[in-house]
């Protein structure tokens, strides 16, 4: 997990997962506190479950607090499973994934979130829509296990012996792209990706930001926690193709475009 405040988001996270898991699954945490400043460090210390602390200085963000989580983890598992601390599970959680994992030994599963208010999907799995890397289709499954080309990371539960396979999660990446990043690379090495049917729980999807200037509006689109150009530029060059260049130009020549169009 990597934290960066929401204490209280933290504790009813962890809280949720301690109370609907499977009575046989025995957990080791690996926190990695990225420059806390509210009362998450404590909370954590304080926390009374088989754990590892991790500091980071407040400018590691999602990518490289979970590249240094799972480098942290210091014996054999049998699983490896990402969670993001603003989702909170339901009852009926684990006996979605437990099913799952059963049947399908090797694949990864991925769990679909909705939000609070509306109940409608807000993070789950991805399906590649055309060539372009960040093209993509996404819908809400039911019923049975769907194969997807990708995910976002908010629970990815991974077999150990796939996880070494695949390799940690790039931390040179700064917060996008890490996770889609990951569900890519493990299909190319043909890895099944799955997402687990139904909702796991809740988890709201993040607010997009009012743009109001092309310079805004590319300095928003370039910024640290969205898609800053160093990590735009090693997301295409992976996955883009030699049409990576294109891909990567697009999003800002559309910004001019649009505000040329409507003057």
């Not at 933290?10 to 609907?20: A, H, N, P, Q, V």
């Not at 690379?185 to 139904?198: N, W």
């Amino acid at each position: 997990m990597a934290l960066h405040n929401r204490q209280q988001m933290t504790k009813l996270c962890i809280e949720s997962l301690l109370m609907y898991a499977p009575e046989n699954w025995r957990f080791k945490f690996f926190f990695v506190d990225d420059g806390s400043t509210d009362n998450t460090f404590e909370y954590l210390t304080e926390l009374r479950v088989e754990k590892q602390i991790t500091c980071g200085d407040g400018e590691w963000y999602w990518a490289r607090s979970m590249q240094a989580a799972e480098s942290s983890i210091d014996q054999k598992a049998d699983y490896i499973l990402w969670l993001n601390n603003d989702v909170t599970f339901n009852a009926e959680a684990f006996g979605i994934v437990e099913k799952c994992r059963r049947d399908r030994l090797g694949a990864i599963l991925v769990g679909q979130f909705a939000n609070r208010d509306t109940e409608i999907l807000s993070y789950g799995g991805f399906w590649r829509a055309s060539r372009n890397p960040l093209k993509y289709n996404r819908r809400f499954v039911s019923g049975e296990p769907t194969e997807a080309d990708t995910f976002n990371g908010n629970f990815v539960l991974i077999p150990w012996q796939t996880a070494r396979m695949i390799g940690s999660i790039d931390g040179e990446f700064a917060h996008a792209y890490a996770d889609c990043d990951y569900g890519l690379r493990a299909k190319e090495l043909g890895v099944s990706v799955l997402i687990l049917p139904g909702f796991l729980g809740f988890c709201d999807a993040n607010i997009e930001p009012v743009r109001t200037s092309v310079l805004k509006e590319i300095r928003e689109l370039s910024n640290i926690k969205n898609s800053p150009l160093r990590s735009q530029v090693r997301f295409f060059k992976r996955h883009g193709g030699l049409e990576w260049p294109i891909y990567c130009l697009t999003p800002y020549l559309r910004i001019f475009y649009e505000r040329v169009k409507n003057g």
